[in-house]
């Protein structure tokens, strides 16, 4: 079975900082992959963030990065110069290889203030 | 961009009556799921479907619930009897998946379902 933790219900940062939203996981299985997905007040999910778990190198994807650390099993999102749409839930996720069922975090809340 | 559609964006329905979601998937993906999201607690898996069949699911997902595509592009979440605790906002997701590869689910905007 898989468990993702995200410790931290809210989190405040001031518009152009950079902020990390912690995930921790764990899982028996040797392959798999972890996703981060945006859900803003408006309700939808939107994708942010791929890591697989044999990729050399942590994931970018523009103001988004990846801090996955396997050894200590965390992949804590990174969102520099934070903007103030950028305040919404965000929610951890993994999936091993080659299964389809995403288990999610109880996700983070973050307010970008001006 | 190719996105997920879902329909409708809000449904209240009384308790004991049947209800279909609707979901419209990426065309060209291949792999299909239904997660729910009870207001204020995390996303939780149901279904996925692929091949015209149920590929995995979840506890929750009982005999009150029913998944189909009924056409080349539908793909429909069927709650038989609602119940007070059907009250969650239901997410489509679809992916590429190859088994044996990762690919991202992407997510539909919801349904929020009411049963009153």
């Known amino acids: 079975a898989q468990k993702i933790t995200q410790t931290q219900p809210g989190m405040f940062v001031q518009e152009k900082e950079a902020v990390t939203l912690d995930c921790t996981y764990d899982?028996?299985?040797?392959?798999?992959?972890l996703f981060w997905y945006k859900q803003p007040s408006s309700g939808e999910m939107i994708f942010l963030i791929y890591?697989?778990?044999?990729?050399?190198q942590n994931a970018t994807e523009g103001r988004y990065s990846l801090n996955f650390q396997k050894a200590r099993k965390s992949a804590n999102l990174v969102i520099s110069a934070s903007q103030l749409g950028d305040s919404a839930m965000y929610f951890c996720?993994?999936?091993?290889?080659?299964?389809?069922?995403?288990?999610f975090g109880k996700g983070t809340m973050l307010l970008v203030s001006p | 961009e190719p996105e997920v559609t879902q329909t409708p964006s809000h449904q209240v329905t009384q308790m004991g009556q049947e209800v279909i979601l609707r979901c419209v998937p990426i065309?060209?993906?291949?792999?299909f799921y239904w997660y729910r999201q009870i207001l204020g607690q995390k996303v939780e898996f149901l279904v996925s479907?692929?091949?015209?069949?149920?590929?995995?699911k979840s506890e929750i997902f009982d005999d009150q619930f029913s998944v189909e595509r009924p056409d080349g592009s539908n793909f429909t979440l069927k709650i038989r009897s609602t119940k007070l605790e059907d009250s969650a906002m239901y997410f489509c997701?679809?992916?590429?998946?190859?088994?044996?590869?990762?690919?991202?689910?992407?997510f539909g905007p919801g349904t929020r379902l009411l049963v009153l």
């Open positions: 997701a679809s992916s590429l998946l190859d088994r044996g590869r990762q690919e991202t689910q992407y």
């Open positions: 899982t028996s299985d040797p392959s798999y992959g």
């Open positions: 890591q697989g778990s044999y990729d050399q």
């Open positions: 996720a993994m999936s091993p290889r080659g299964y389809s069922t995403l288990t």
């Open positions: 065309s060209n993906h291949l792999y």
């Open positions: 479907f692929y091949n015209n069949e149920i590929s995995e």
